[in-house]
C-alpha cells in the first residue's frame, strides 16, 4: 500500500491556474504509475490525467488537454497536476490514486491507493 496526500486546492477565477500536489508515503514511490480523478457533486469520479512510473508517458482526457499538465518528481515521492485556464466546469474534488505497473493508468478500476481528495472551485 502507499499512503496519498493532496494539497494545492482552492477558489480561484475563470481562466486561473492552481497546482496540486500529492506526497506519497509507504512503499516505493517509483513503482507505481499516478493518476488523477475528479468528482463534481452527483457525478461519476473521473478520469483527468495519469503518468508512468518513470514518467516518460501521460494520459489526459480530452477535456483537459492543452490546459492540465502532470509532473512527477520521484525524489520527493510528489505527482503534480498544473492547471491552467480553468473553467467553472472543471470545479470538483480532485483524488490522486496510484497503481502497479502494467495497469491501464486510466482507468478508475485499475487504482487501489486513493487520496482523501482536495477541492477545486472555479468562479465565473
Known amino acids: 500500500q502507499v499512503q496519498l496526500v493532496e494539497s494545492g486546492g482552492g477558489l480561484v477565477q475563470a481562466g486561473g491556474s492552481l497546482r496540486l500536489s500529492c506526497a506519497a508515503s509507504?512503499?516505493?514511490?517509483?513503482?507505481?504509475?499516478m493518476g488523477w480523478f475528479r468528482q463534481a457533486p452527483g457525478k461519476e469520479r473521473e478520469f483527468v490525467a495519469a503518468?508512468?512510473?518513470?514518467?516518460?508517458?501521460?494520459y489526459y482526457a480530452d477535456s483537459v488537454k492543452g490546459r492540465f499538465t502532470i509532473a512527477r518528481d520521484n525524489a520527493k515521492n510528489t505527482v503534480y497536476l498544473q492547471m491552467n485556464s480553468l473553467k467553472p466546469e472543471d470545479t470538483a474534488v480532485y483524488y490522486c490514486?496510484?497503481?502497479?505497473?502494467?495497469?491501464?493508468?486510466?482507468?478508475?478500476?485499475?487504482?487501489?491507493?486513493w487520496g482523501q481528495g482536495t477541492q477545486v472551485t472555479v468562479s465565473s
Open positions: 509507504g512503499r516505493t514511490f517509483s513503482s507505481f504509475s
Open positions: 490514486a496510484a497503481t502497479a505497473k502494467g495497469k491501464d493508468p486510466t482507468l478508475r478500476q485499475s487504482f487501489r491507493s
Open positions: 503518468i508512468s512510473w518513470s514518467g516518460g508517458s501521460t
